[in-house]
């Protein structure tokens, strides 16, 4: 069972930047592939980005390239998503989720997640 914990949701003006970060406990977080997720009002949930386990492998969804960046920090169990260049179109509650089967890649599919945080709520003001 992991536990995932999210931070640094907000508002934020259209433009600036906002990292959250998402802190795992309860296995080894190196052996987990980790993404971010979002929903907005209305709308289904989507990817947003995803890590592999060692980090060497990024993928982004077409709306976030070259704005937003994933990372991780293996010693502290933490991953992080930093956004910049913030749009109103992003605002939703943003989920962080980890996949204990495939921490070779960084899945794209909800499927493949087993364990999600309760998603802290960030709003883009324009």
């Known amino acids: 069972q992991v536990q995932l914990v999210e931070s640094g949701g907000g508002l934020v003006q259209a433009g600036g930047p906002l990292r959250l970060s998402c802190l795992a406990s309860?296995?080894?977080?190196?052996?987990?592939?980790m993404g971010w997720f979002r929903q907005a009002p209305g709308k289904e949930r989507e990817v947003v980005a995803a890590?592999?386990?060692?980090?060497?492998?990024?993928y982004y969804a077409d709306s976030v390239k070259d704005r937003f960046t994933i990372a991780r920090d293996n010693a502290k169990s933490t991953v992080y998503l930093q956004m910049n260049s913030l749009k109103p179109e992003d605002t939703a509650v943003y989920y962080c989720?980890?996949?204990?089967?495939?921490?070779?890649?960084?899945?794209?599919?909800?499927?493949?997640?087993?364990?999600w945080g309760q998603g802290p709520q960030v709003t883009v003001s324009s």
């Open positions: 989720a980890a996949d204990r089967l495939h921490r070779y890649t960084a899945p794209y599919r909800e499927a493949s997640y087993d364990y």
């Open positions: 309860g296995r080894t977080f190196v052996n987990y592939a």
């Open positions: 890590i592999s386990g060692s980090g060497g492998s990024t």
